[in-house]
């Protein structure tokens, strides 16, 4: 590993925290030497045998002197020795850095003052988030910091120079460093860490009292055990850090008090719906932070995982397959089962980011739902009007159905509201559904032009309209009719094309009366929905790859199973074969109010085509594949109708044309479509690196590419193909695509 990051390093303290930063550094080679205090001499011996470090001595003071500029001083005694340490080191020679690793950095900034009247600028205090119920100089590795995060607090006046020397020794020792002002800190680790330990050491407490505490630790399973590791940490350090961040503790202790006296009246009174309430949403924050924890979460307004499709070139697809459950029914069945009334028992459900960013909206606007496992979800309906206002934003991540949709049903609520989103959610278009919503009475603000975030005001009379969309889109006349659930009077659409009528379907399976007659979809307010079983098909826009994979790559036949088929998504089957593609339908039936079939996909020479306008909006998710297949085709595809594609996850049109040209196609992008010259037999792509923009399927379509290309393609930004298609990389693999994710 790199050279050294800093002079000499003394670590005041020879416990675990201090003995594994001075191992730590030891074996980076991060530092000149490492230089031990503690008070025991014992500890002094062990330190030097364990090879932690190369002097050790029990006297501060034995050392002050040698002590030169760019030497590190880290405090790792217990938070209440801090004082007696800083009074050690009153005058130190000029440049030396002095950090600690207390929990909590109020106490240190107070110790500081007392020392030296102000805090001096050559003090970082800071914490690092790692450890272990194990304790002392023994307990010291030299791997404790790697893939932890350490909090450095600086004040105003201390020295960036200090400051730095900090961060480059904590990231030599493999941690990443981050910044929080010393009162956040001492908040968020109150809740965090301090609360938990008191909570640990209280039940130990507790059940050790009992007249039966052989037979209760006897018998205690994991649950105990896997509850109370942390009551086996050091008693000493964990009272001083009591005493020292006394008020932000009670807070917690305040805070978690009322829970468990609530928690405890629910159980008294055997009110099962507080309960799973509390335990799914509990359930749902856990798992969310275990993904976090390895990190592999998307949902959260954090940075993003990075993943790289690395696909190699040739190959074709072959056998049986079954994609994830169609996206927008799961966003569908989630709201609708929310507000029914009733429990709602969904199969097939997509366990893709974008759904379960419904999902958890309505957890958090109180509405009881378990799972998912496996595709199940259970929903414990509220009603219409059992909705509860959120205790924050909205969060709705990548997707925009939801923000869509959600804006419909949150105008008709009591409550105010605001929805954000990720990076590309917030650029796209908003206004399409707060105009007519504001027609109909709600109060709505957006961001400028019309974007992201949405406030949603409550407690505002809605009233019926009649929408004439001025684009085809479902997610606007989604938004419309479920706004209409709340309105005064009947509320219409007229749609200008035929667009996705997943809601009026489900509506319908709810039990709520939509009149559908040609283009135009009416509801009336004040009805009700009755929960009932959903089982929700593959996704015919996720099973499209396969499909194209298929027509385009020689010697491929595959079986999608159990796939969608509602005539108002079928364009992509309608353009393939148009081009010449071998598909087969088999096994047609109906399944809870929708069409379903397996669909079989042979490879057969494609031509290009002028894809009919009609097919569009049947096709809109799916023309990045269809450019992929376009690309391959013999002869020219045209493209027009399509501007609805520059506002998708990303301007589709675009993103497409200049992927494509990196990979040597000539594709013309039109304002409204696309011109592609395919390549007819023989490699159809060159190789290089495509940005997908973070758009999922602009990554999947290029990964399906590669079956057709003379060289690698590299496909970045394509952690989001989690929101729609998670498992996307292994299925591809399975069916025969050379597709790495890295
Ligand atoms: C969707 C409708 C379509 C589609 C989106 C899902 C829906 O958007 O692109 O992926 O579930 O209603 P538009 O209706 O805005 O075209």
Redesign the pocket.
């Known amino acids: 590993m790199g050279g050294a990051v800093v002079g000499r390093l003394v670590v005041v303290g020879l416990g675990l925290i201090g003995g594994s930063l001075a191992l730590a550094l030891k074996t980076a080679g991060a530092c000149r030497e490492v230089v031990g205090v503690a008070r025991r001499r014992q500890t002094c011996e062990q330190a030097l045998e364990l090879g932690i470090v190369d002097r050790a001595v029990t006297e501060l003071a034995d050392i002050l002197q040698e002590l030169e500029a760019g030497d590190v001083i880290f405090v790792a005694v217990p938070t209440l020795a801090v004082e007696q340490v800083f009074e050690a080191l009153r005058d130190l020679p000029e440049g030396v850095t002095i950090t600690d690793g207390a929990s909590v950095k109020g106490s240190v900034i107070e110790a500081a003052r007392n020392v030296w009247g102000e805090v001096p600028d050559f003090l970082v205090p800071g914490h690092p988030i790692a450890g272990s119920e194990k304790s002392g100089v023994t307990a010291a590795r030299d791997d404790l910091y790697i893939a932890h995060r350490v909090i450095l607090t600086p004040l105003e006046n201390t020295s960036p120079e200090h400051r730095q020397r900090v961060e480059s020794m904590w990231q030599a020792a493999g941690a990443e460093v981050l910044q929080m002002p010393v009162g956040e800190h001492d908040e968020v680790l109150a809740a965090t860490s301090h609360l938990p330990h008191v909570i640990a050491y209280g039940l130990v407490d507790t059940l050790a009292h009992d007249a039966e505490n052989e037979n209760i630790f006897r018998y205690a399973a994991g649950g105990f055990r896997d509850f109370t590791r942390i009551a086996s940490s050091d008693p000493v350090m964990w009272r001083d850090i009591m005493l020292a961040n006394r008020d932000a503790i009670l807070q917690a202790i305040d805070l978690y008090s009322a829970n468990l006296e609530s928690l405890r009246a629910a159980i008294a009174a055997g009110d099962s719906d507080r309960l799973m309430g509390v335990f799914t949403r509990a359930k749902a924050a856990r798992d969310h932070f275990t993904k976090m924890l390895a990190r592999k979460a998307y949902t959260e307004p954090m940075q993003a995982q990075e993943v790289t499709f690395i696909a190699q070139p040739g190959g074709a697809v072959s056998g049986e397959l079954r994609v994830p459950g169609d996206?927008?029914m799961s966003?569908r069945s989630i709201m609708l089962g929310s507000l029914a009334e009733g429990v709602t028992e969904i199969e097939g459900f997509l366990e893709g980011e974008d759904a379960l960013a419904t999902l958890q909206a309505f957890r958090d606007m109180g509405v009881v739902i378990e799972g998912p496992v496996n595709g199940r979800v259970t929903i414990h309906g509220v009603g219409l009007h059992g909705l509860q206002a959120p205790p924050g934003p909205l969060y709705l991540g990548n997707s925009?159905?939801s923000m869509?949709?959600l804006a419909g049903l949150l105008a008709g609520q009591e409550f105010d509201v605001t929805l954000t989103g990720d990076e590309s959610l917030s650029k796209r278009p908003m206004n399409r559904v707060a105009d007519p919503l504001r027609e109909m009475g709600a109060e709505i603000e957006t961001g400028p032009d019309g974007r992201p975030p949405m406030v949603i005001k409550g407690a505002r009379k809605l009233h019926g309209i009649d929408y004439r969309l001025p684009m085809?889109?479902?997610?606007?006349k989604?938004c419309v009719l479920l706004a209409g659930l709340y309105a005064d009077g009947q509320t219409s659409t007229t749609e200008p094309a035929p667009?996705?009528d997943?809601t009026e379907r489900m509506l319908a399976g709810f039990g709520y009366e939509v009149r559908r007659d040609g283009p135009c979809a009416t509801v009336r307010g004040g009805g009700k929905l009755t929960a009932g079983k959903i089982d929700v098909p593959a996704d015919i826009?996720s099973a499209t790859f396969f499909m194209v994979a298929a027509a385009i790559a020689p010697g491929s036949d595959v079986l999608l199973e159990h796939v969608g088929i509602n005539p108002t998504r079928d364009g992509v089957i309608n353009i393939l074969r148009a081009m010449g593609a071998d598909i087969e339908l088999q096994n047609r039936r109906e399944v809870g109010g929708e069409p379903v079939a397996d669909i079989r996909v042979r490879y057969a020479p494609l031509k290009g085509i002028r894809i009919p306008e009609d097919q569009v909006?049947l096709a809109?998710?799916e023309f990045p594949a269809l450019f992929v297949a376009a690309s391959c085709a013999e002869g020219e595809t045209v493209l027009t109708g399509a501007e609805?594609l520059r506002v998708?996850e990303s301007d589709r049109i675009q993103a497409m044309a200049d992927g494509l040209a990196v990979l040597g196609v000539d594709a013309e992008p039109t304002p409204d479509g696309i011109v592609i010259q395919g390549a007819g037999e023989g490699a159809a792509f060159g190789g290089g690196t495509v940005d997908s923009l973070g758009d999922h399927r602009i990554a999947m379509a290029f990964a399906v590419a590669s079956l057709r290309a003379r060289d690698t393609i590299r496909i970045l930004h394509c952690a989001n193909v989690a929101t729609s298609f998670p498992n996307f990389a292994e299925l591809a693999m399975r069916a025969g695509l050379k597709l790495q994710a890295a």
């Open positions: 996206k927008s966003h925009g159905t869509r949709l085809a889109s479902a997610q606007v989604s667009t996705r997943h826009s909006p809109i998710d609805e998708k």
